[in-house]
Protein backbone atom coordinates (compact mmCIF):
# COMPACT_ATOMS: atom_id res chain seq x y z
CA UNK A 1 0.00 0.00 0.00
CA UNK A 2 0.98 3.49 -0.66
CA UNK A 3 2.60 5.49 2.13
CA UNK A 4 3.30 9.64 3.25
CA UNK A 5 7.39 8.90 3.55
CA UNK A 6 7.99 12.66 3.76
CA UNK A 7 6.24 15.87 4.03
CA UNK A 8 7.66 19.82 3.39
CA UNK A 9 5.93 23.28 3.95
CA UNK A 10 8.19 26.44 2.19
CA UNK A 11 7.60 29.54 4.51
CA UNK A 12 8.93 31.54 2.21
CA UNK A 13 8.10 30.99 -1.46
CA UNK A 14 11.38 30.03 -3.34
CA UNK A 15 13.53 28.93 -0.22
CA UNK A 16 14.02 25.79 1.23
CA UNK A 17 11.74 23.51 2.95
CA UNK A 18 10.80 22.32 6.07
CA UNK A 19 10.21 18.63 7.00
CA UNK A 20 7.20 18.25 9.15
CA UNK A 21 5.64 15.10 10.50
CA UNK A 22 2.05 16.30 9.71
CA UNK A 23 0.39 18.97 7.86
CA UNK A 24 -2.09 20.73 8.29
CA UNK A 25 -4.38 20.99 5.15
CA UNK A 26 -6.79 24.17 5.67
CA UNK A 27 -10.57 24.32 4.45
CA UNK A 28 -9.05 26.47 1.17
CA UNK A 29 -6.87 23.33 0.42
CA UNK A 30 -4.19 25.32 1.28
CA UNK A 31 -1.34 23.96 3.54
CA UNK A 32 -0.97 26.17 7.11
CA UNK A 33 2.41 27.41 6.86
CA UNK A 34 2.92 27.06 3.33
CA UNK A 35 4.24 30.43 1.12
CA UNK A 36 3.21 32.56 3.31
CA UNK A 37 5.71 34.62 2.88
CA UNK A 38 7.56 36.14 0.07
CA UNK A 39 10.44 38.32 -1.12
CA UNK A 40 8.91 40.86 -3.96
CA UNK A 41 10.82 42.95 -6.03
CA UNK A 42 9.63 46.34 -5.87
CA UNK A 43 7.92 47.08 -8.76
CA UNK A 44 6.15 43.92 -8.07
CA UNK A 45 4.58 44.42 -4.14
CA UNK A 46 1.21 44.09 -4.94
CA UNK A 47 -0.63 40.67 -7.03
CA UNK A 48 -1.73 40.39 -10.34
CA UNK A 49 -5.49 39.09 -10.95
CA UNK A 50 -6.29 36.12 -12.88
CA UNK A 51 -9.63 34.09 -12.52
CA UNK A 52 -11.09 36.98 -10.07
CA UNK A 53 -7.98 35.58 -7.98
CA UNK A 54 -4.79 37.07 -6.29
CA UNK A 55 -1.50 35.92 -7.94
CA UNK A 56 1.79 36.08 -7.31
CA UNK A 57 3.95 35.10 -10.24
CA UNK A 58 7.39 34.25 -8.93
CA UNK A 59 8.83 35.36 -11.97
CA UNK A 60 8.54 38.80 -10.07
CA UNK A 61 10.13 37.74 -7.13
CA UNK A 62 13.11 35.26 -5.31
CA UNK A 63 12.87 32.07 -6.85
CA UNK A 64 14.61 29.20 -7.63
CA UNK A 65 14.16 29.45 -11.05
CA UNK A 66 16.39 32.25 -11.45
CA UNK A 67 18.26 32.38 -7.87
CA UNK A 68 19.60 28.80 -7.77
CA UNK A 69 21.68 29.82 -4.98
CA UNK A 70 18.89 30.76 -2.14
CA UNK A 71 19.06 26.66 -2.36
CA UNK A 72 22.47 26.95 0.05
CA UNK A 73 20.04 28.63 2.47
CA UNK A 74 18.51 26.83 5.74
CA UNK A 75 15.32 28.52 6.31
CA UNK A 76 12.56 28.22 9.69
CA UNK A 77 9.52 29.56 10.90
CA UNK A 78 7.79 29.91 13.83
CA UNK A 79 4.20 30.36 13.07
CA UNK A 80 3.31 30.90 17.21
CA UNK A 81 6.11 34.05 17.35
CA UNK A 82 6.17 34.57 13.85
CA UNK A 83 9.96 34.84 13.68
CA UNK A 84 11.98 33.56 10.49
CA UNK A 85 15.27 32.23 11.27
CA UNK A 86 17.63 31.98 8.01
CA UNK A 87 21.03 30.23 8.26
CA UNK A 88 24.12 29.59 5.47
CA UNK A 89 26.70 27.40 6.06
CA UNK A 90 26.36 26.33 9.31
CA UNK A 91 26.14 30.04 10.80
CA UNK A 92 22.82 32.09 11.40
CA UNK A 93 22.52 34.72 8.99
CA UNK A 94 19.39 36.54 10.31
CA UNK A 95 16.83 35.74 13.15
CA UNK A 96 13.80 37.89 13.10
CA UNK A 97 10.13 38.42 13.43
CA UNK A 98 7.40 40.21 11.05
CA UNK A 99 7.25 43.63 12.72
CA UNK A 100 8.60 46.56 10.36
CA UNK A 101 12.35 46.41 11.97
CA UNK A 102 12.18 42.51 11.62
CA UNK A 103 11.16 42.59 8.16
CA UNK A 104 13.70 44.92 7.51
CA UNK A 105 16.36 42.87 9.00
CA UNK A 106 15.15 40.06 7.24
CA UNK A 107 15.12 41.95 3.58
CA UNK A 108 18.35 43.68 4.25
CA UNK A 109 20.68 39.80 5.14
CA UNK A 110 18.68 38.11 2.27
CA UNK A 111 19.60 41.13 -0.36
CA UNK A 112 23.25 41.30 0.31
CA UNK A 113 23.30 37.25 0.36
CA UNK A 114 22.02 37.36 -3.06
CA UNK A 115 24.03 40.36 -4.38
CA UNK A 116 26.98 38.32 -3.81
CA UNK A 117 25.87 35.16 -5.52
CA UNK A 118 26.95 34.76 -9.38
CA UNK A 119 22.59 35.90 -9.60
CA UNK A 120 23.01 38.91 -8.02
CA UNK A 121 23.69 40.74 -11.40
CA UNK A 122 20.10 39.65 -12.05
CA UNK A 123 18.80 41.75 -8.72
CA UNK A 124 20.06 44.61 -9.76
CA UNK A 125 18.26 45.20 -12.91
CA UNK A 126 16.09 48.31 -13.05
CA UNK A 127 12.86 47.95 -10.48
CA UNK A 128 14.31 45.06 -8.15
CA UNK A 129 15.37 46.73 -5.65
CA UNK A 130 14.66 47.05 -2.94
CA UNK A 131 13.49 43.69 -2.07
CA UNK A 132 9.86 43.87 0.20
CA UNK A 133 9.15 41.32 2.10
CA UNK A 134 5.10 40.70 1.85
CA UNK A 135 2.69 38.10 3.34
CA UNK A 136 1.00 38.07 6.78
CA UNK A 137 2.75 34.74 7.73
CA UNK A 138 -0.46 33.05 8.19
CA UNK A 139 -2.28 33.08 4.41
CA UNK A 140 -1.03 30.44 2.21
CA UNK A 141 -1.14 32.74 -0.41
CA UNK A 142 2.40 32.69 -3.15
CA UNK A 143 1.34 29.79 -5.11
CA UNK A 144 2.52 29.65 -8.77
CA UNK A 145 -0.94 29.28 -9.76
CA UNK A 146 -3.88 31.70 -8.15
CA UNK A 147 -5.86 28.64 -6.91
CA UNK A 148 -4.13 26.93 -4.15
CA UNK A 149 -3.37 23.57 -4.13
CA UNK A 150 -1.31 20.86 -2.41
CA UNK A 151 1.30 18.95 -4.55
CA UNK A 152 2.61 15.47 -3.92
CA UNK A 153 4.75 13.11 -5.84
CA UNK A 154 6.39 10.01 -5.89
CA UNK A 155 9.78 8.95 -4.59
CA UNK A 156 10.08 6.23 -7.22
CA UNK A 157 9.77 8.77 -9.75
CA UNK A 158 12.75 10.87 -8.47
CA UNK A 159 14.28 7.64 -8.16
CA UNK A 160 14.20 6.40 -11.80
CA UNK A 161 15.06 10.01 -13.23
CA UNK A 162 18.12 10.26 -10.82
CA UNK A 163 19.71 7.08 -12.35
CA UNK A 164 18.63 8.53 -15.62
CA UNK A 165 20.85 11.03 -14.71
CA UNK A 166 23.39 9.48 -13.34
CA UNK A 167 22.76 11.54 -10.06
CA UNK A 168 21.81 10.71 -6.33
CA UNK A 169 19.01 13.37 -6.41
CA UNK A 170 16.67 13.90 -3.56
CA UNK A 171 13.18 14.94 -2.88
CA UNK A 172 13.60 18.17 -2.16
CA UNK A 173 14.91 19.20 -5.37
CA UNK A 174 10.85 19.09 -6.07
CA UNK A 175 9.43 21.17 -3.42
CA UNK A 176 6.55 18.85 -3.14
CA UNK A 177 4.31 18.78 -0.21
CA UNK A 178 3.86 15.21 -0.01
CA UNK A 179 6.28 12.46 -0.91
CA UNK A 180 4.40 9.00 -1.55
CA UNK A 181 6.69 5.54 -1.45
CA UNK A 182 5.69 2.36 -2.58
CA UNK A 183 4.43 3.26 -5.59
CA UNK A 184 4.97 2.63 -8.91
CA UNK A 185 7.55 5.02 -10.87
CA UNK A 186 5.16 7.90 -12.79
CA UNK A 187 2.13 6.39 -11.00
CA UNK A 188 0.88 9.64 -9.82
CA UNK A 189 1.00 10.78 -13.52
CA UNK A 190 -1.76 8.15 -14.07
CA UNK A 191 -4.48 9.03 -11.15
CA UNK A 192 -7.70 10.51 -11.70
CA UNK A 193 -10.74 11.62 -10.07
CA UNK A 194 -10.33 11.17 -6.20
CA UNK A 195 -7.33 10.42 -3.97
CA UNK A 196 -7.35 9.70 -0.10
CA UNK A 197 -4.06 10.40 1.89
CA UNK A 198 -5.14 9.38 5.22
CA UNK A 199 -8.56 10.64 6.14
CA UNK A 200 -8.47 13.73 3.97
CA UNK A 201 -9.87 12.99 0.31
CA UNK A 202 -8.36 15.60 -2.77
CA UNK A 203 -9.25 15.41 -5.85
CA UNK A 204 -6.54 15.36 -8.75
CA UNK A 205 -5.86 18.29 -10.60
CA UNK A 206 -3.19 18.90 -13.19
CA UNK A 207 0.30 16.77 -13.39
CA UNK A 208 3.24 19.50 -12.51
CA UNK A 209 5.20 20.79 -15.45
CA UNK A 210 8.36 21.69 -13.71
CA UNK A 211 11.11 24.36 -14.33
CA UNK A 212 14.74 25.32 -13.83
CA UNK A 213 14.36 25.52 -10.12
CA UNK A 214 14.61 21.53 -10.01
CA UNK A 215 18.14 22.22 -11.60
CA UNK A 216 19.57 23.66 -8.14
CA UNK A 217 20.87 20.83 -5.97
CA UNK A 218 18.84 21.75 -2.35
CA UNK A 219 22.37 21.49 -0.15
CA UNK A 220 24.62 23.42 -2.82
CA UNK A 221 22.47 25.88 -4.93
CA UNK A 222 24.62 24.75 -7.56
CA UNK A 223 22.80 23.73 -11.15
CA UNK A 224 23.83 20.46 -11.22
CA UNK A 225 20.83 18.28 -13.11
CA UNK A 226 19.70 18.64 -16.38
CA UNK A 227 16.10 17.38 -15.04
CA UNK A 228 13.95 19.28 -17.80
CA UNK A 229 15.71 17.75 -20.92
CA UNK A 230 16.49 14.50 -19.25
CA UNK A 231 12.00 14.24 -18.39
CA UNK A 232 11.63 14.96 -22.24
CA UNK A 233 14.41 12.77 -23.43
CA UNK A 234 15.10 9.68 -21.47
CA UNK A 235 11.27 9.27 -20.79
CA UNK A 236 9.49 10.82 -23.72
CA UNK A 237 7.33 13.53 -21.81
CA UNK A 238 5.82 16.39 -24.43
CA UNK A 239 6.55 18.71 -21.35
CA UNK A 240 9.14 17.87 -18.52
CA UNK A 241 6.81 16.64 -15.77
CA UNK A 242 6.87 14.98 -12.46
CA UNK A 243 4.33 14.94 -9.42
CA UNK A 244 0.76 16.31 -9.72
CA UNK A 245 -1.55 18.79 -8.04
CA UNK A 246 -4.18 18.08 -5.60
CA UNK A 247 -7.34 20.13 -4.80
CA UNK A 248 -10.07 19.44 -2.40
CA UNK A 249 -12.59 17.22 -2.77
CA UNK A 250 -15.85 17.83 -4.19
CA UNK A 251 -18.81 18.08 -2.16
CA UNK A 252 -21.75 16.21 -1.90
CA UNK A 253 -24.53 17.99 -3.83
CA UNK A 254 -26.47 17.97 -1.46
CA UNK A 255 -23.99 20.25 0.60
CA UNK A 256 -24.34 17.83 4.00
CA UNK A 257 -21.10 17.40 4.52
CA UNK A 258 -18.65 20.22 2.99
CA UNK A 259 -15.41 19.56 2.58
CA UNK A 260 -12.90 20.84 5.37
CA UNK A 261 -9.22 19.49 5.36
CA UNK A 262 -7.96 17.87 7.68
CA UNK A 263 -4.54 16.32 9.20
CA UNK A 264 -1.90 14.48 6.94
CA UNK A 265 1.05 12.43 8.53
CA UNK A 266 3.73 10.54 8.01
CA UNK A 267 2.68 7.18 7.14
CA UNK A 268 -0.55 7.64 6.33
CA UNK A 269 -2.18 5.26 3.46
CA UNK A 270 -2.22 6.65 -0.03
CA UNK A 271 -5.74 5.50 -1.74
CA UNK A 272 -6.32 6.37 -5.22
CA UNK A 273 -9.51 6.06 -7.02
Not at 41 to 52: N, S
Not at 96 to 121: I, K
Not at 181 to 199: C, T, V, Y
Not at 207 to 220: E, M, S
Amino acid sequence: MPRVVCLFRHPIKGFTAEAVDSLTVQDDGRIAGDRVLAFRFADATTPEHRDGLDHWPKAKGLSLQDFPALAALRTSYDDLTQTVRIEHDGSVLVEAGLDDAGRTALTDAVTDFVLATPEGRKLRRPGRLPLVLVGDGVTSRFQDRARGYVSVHTRSSVEVLGGALGLGIDDRRFRSNVVIDDAAPWSELEWAGELRIGDVAFRTAGPIVRCLATHANPDTGVRDAKVLTTLTSAFGQDEPTLGRLLLPAESPVDGSTPWTGGTISVGDEVVAH
